[in-house]
């Protein structure tokens, strides 16, 4: 069973593509900067001209939120525990069908659980990976937050419940306390479907436990994290780097919370780009 992806082409190339997956609670737009910036990047580093693509993850953007039946098993909790493994699937098809055998996988937040538990079940569609500002171990305890947020999209039938994301808070960076940012991140959560928004956090939910993943990966590694992240920040991924070990560089970054690539796309791209060419001279 995969689901319906919609692929958002922000370049073409030719060789192996970089497929860039989004964050909780917006759709692949969120990548439409830093894909620019590290299409200039790249070329200016004389790198082969590579695709980048930014699909909507089901659930966002123009991607439908699968149904019960597609999703798999429902839990007693509400929770789908073969959903993310069934959108890896989905994504790996999504490669098959445009007739590549792999990609350069890069994740932010929830787009990093996806990575994760692509090279899981399908290590040999991987010929790089980037965890920006993720966690690959199960939420535990504190994962109820999000089958509330589930419950109150679709009783409200709103994007309300998950609209703080777009307001700033005690602590956060200078970028997300614009004005630029908050307009920006308000449009995107304002044109998400309520019942995609609940269907995204109940697939997390149920996600497989996915710690020591990463410290398996035997192919070039990025790991990226905003200084000021609440919860994926250096003091958590800088060590997760150093787990990862030769494969792994990790790139911290200042005056930065959560939502790295859209907050500081410029930082992002580069460190993206790195990796495409450690990935190119293999």
Not at 115 to 126: A, C, F, G, M
Not at 151 to 171: I, L, N, Y
Not at 179 to 205: D, H, K, S, V
Request: charged content about 20%; overall charge negative.
């Amino acid at each position: 069973m995969t689901f319906a992806i919609h692929n958002r082409v922000l370049r073409d190339g030719d060789g192996t593509p970089l497929v860039l997956a989004n964050a909780y609670p917006v759709d692949g737009r969120m990548w439409t900067a830093c894909a620019a910036r590290i299409a200039a990047l790249a070329d200016e580093r004389g790198l082969r001209p590579f695709p980048i693509w930014a699909p909507d993850m089901p659930g966002s953007g123009l991607s439908p939120a699968p149904d019960d039946g597609e999703s798999g098993r429902r839990a007693a909790n509400g929770s789908y525990p073969d959903a993310l493994d069934r959108m890896a699937e989905s994504y790996v098809d999504l490669l098959y069908r445009a007739g590549h055998e792999q990609a350069v996988w890069a994740g932010l937040s929830m787009g990093g659980y996806l990575v994760t538990d692509l090279y899981r079940l399908h290590p040999e569609v991987v010929a790089g990976v980037a965890l920006c500002d993720t966690m690959a171990s199960s939420d535990g305890v504190g994962g109820e937050a999000r089958l509330r947020t589930s419950d109150a999209c679709e009783a409200t039938d709103s994007v309300e419940p998950v609209m703080h994301f777009a307001r700033p808070a005690d602590g956060d960076s200078t970028v997300k306390r614009s004005p630029a940012f908050i307009e920006t991140m308000t449009a995107w959560i304002n044109e998400q479907n309520p019942a995609g928004l609940a269907w995204r956090q109940r697939m997390t939910y149920g996600r497989p436990e996915l710690a020591g993943v990463p410290e398996t990966m035997d192919v070039p590694v990025a790991v990226v994290s905003g200084e000021l992240d609440p919860t994926s920040n250096p003091d958590v991924m800088r060590p997760l780097a150093e787990r990862i070990g030769v494969n792994a560089t990790f790139t911290a970054i200042p005056d930065c919370g959560h939502f790295s690539a859209v907050e500081h796309p410029d930082v992002v791209a580069a460190a993206l780009v790195d990796l495409v060419a450690r990935v190119q001279a293999r």
